[in-house]
C-alpha cells in the first residue's frame, strides 16, 4: 500500500489542474486557484507537509463532492 509523502508545490498545482481547477491567481496573502466559483487558497510553501497536503485534500474533497484516495491522487 502507498503512503502520503509530501508533496512539492509545482506537482500539486499540477494535480490541481488535472482535477479542473483554474489558476493559480494572486490574492493578497496566498495564490489561490477557482473551481465552480469555489476558492482554494495555495500556501507558498515550497512542499507540503503530510498533514498540510490531507487538510488541503480534504478541503478539495468538498470542493469536488467525491472522495480522493491516495491511489487517485499519486495517478493523477
Known amino acids: ?5 509530501p508533496c512539492k508545490r509545482k506537482d ?3 494535480r490541481l489542474r488535472k482535477l479542473g481547477f483554474d ?4 490574492g493578497t496573502r496566498h495564490h489561490f ?8 487558497a ?11 497536503l490531507k487538510m488541503m485534500l480534504h478541503e ?3 470542493i469536488l463532492g467525491k472522495k ?3 491511489e487517485k491522487w499519486y495517478s493523477i
Not at 486557484?33 to 482554494?40: A, E, F, H, I, S
Not at 495555495?42 to 498540510?52: K, M, R
Open 1 to 5: 500500500m502507498t503512503r502520503w509523502s
Open 12 to 14: 500539486f498545482l499540477r
Open 23 to 26: 489558476g493559480p491567481f494572486a
Open 33 to 40: 486557484m477557482v473551481k465552480q466559483g469555489y476558492r482554494l
Open 42 to 52: 495555495i500556501p507558498s510553501n515550497h512542499e507540503y507537509s503530510v498533514p498540510q
Open 60 to 62: 478539495i474533497e468538498l
Open 68 to 70: 480522493i484516495t491516495i
